[in-house]
């Protein structure tokens, strides 16, 4: 007689629905190690929607075009706005565009909504939600509003702006979650799974890959941390490595 083991499920495989480079380091950097596949769906919607509604109709529309061909996953779609005065605002078309929603945004603050919708294929499964970060702009001089456009971020974004690029220090601050106006909430992320009845921990990749700052060491006292400028006075040729 031999005894059996019990059957573990598999792993669950994350595939983000998404080509944002900033979703992906959001979760790359959580511990997850997601696949990506892009949806490349049509992103018009109905006409009389709040900027919520259509972030959700997004999301919903990404994750279920790609969790048709991925029989055994978890997708998450992903869709952001910025709302200002009751107006959704995507990607500038144009860089005279970005200029001008900068000129509207600055001093004030506006809303940015993030939907998520996860979909689980193996069991035809799916929940949804809608994060919401509040955003409060600063006042860039023209010549900073310039610079700025001329770098071609801000018609790469939503809401023509970043918090983790160059328009880092034209924002004054934010109330909610940061990494949802990056395009991607953990927390909400976490909810979700868990309305799903998995846990959000399950998915962090193995601990044999390495924690998630792997790389982001910082530096022993009076040394430099790797790829960075040593501090004046120190040794040369002092050693790189980080505490």
Sequence with gaps: MTDRATPQPRPRTLVL?????????????????????????????????????VVSVLAERKAAAVAG?????????????LDFEQTAFGKPASAEQAVALWQRLSGHQATLLTGHCLIDTRRGLRAWGVGRTVVRFGSPSPAELAAYVATGEPMQVAGGFSIDGFAAPFIEGVDGDPN??????LPLLR????DLG?????LWRPAGHGLPYAGRETAAAGRAAPGTVAPPGSAPGADQTGA
Excluded: H, K, W
Excluded at 31 to 52: H, M, N, W
Excluded at 180 to 185: A, Q
């Design 180 to 185: 949802n106006v990056i395009g991607l909430s």
């Design 69 to 81: 061909q991925q029989p055994d996953a978890l997708v998450l779609g992903c869709d952001t706005l």
């Design 198 to 202: 998995l846990a959000i921990t399950d």
């Design 17 to 53: 629905a998404s080509g944002s480079a900033g979703r992906l380091r959001v979760l790359r950097d959580a511990g997850f190690a997601p696949e990506v596949q892009v949806s490349g769906v049509d992103e018009s919607t109905d006409d009389g929607l709040d900027t919520a509604a």
């Design 191 to 194: 909810r979700l799974l868990a």
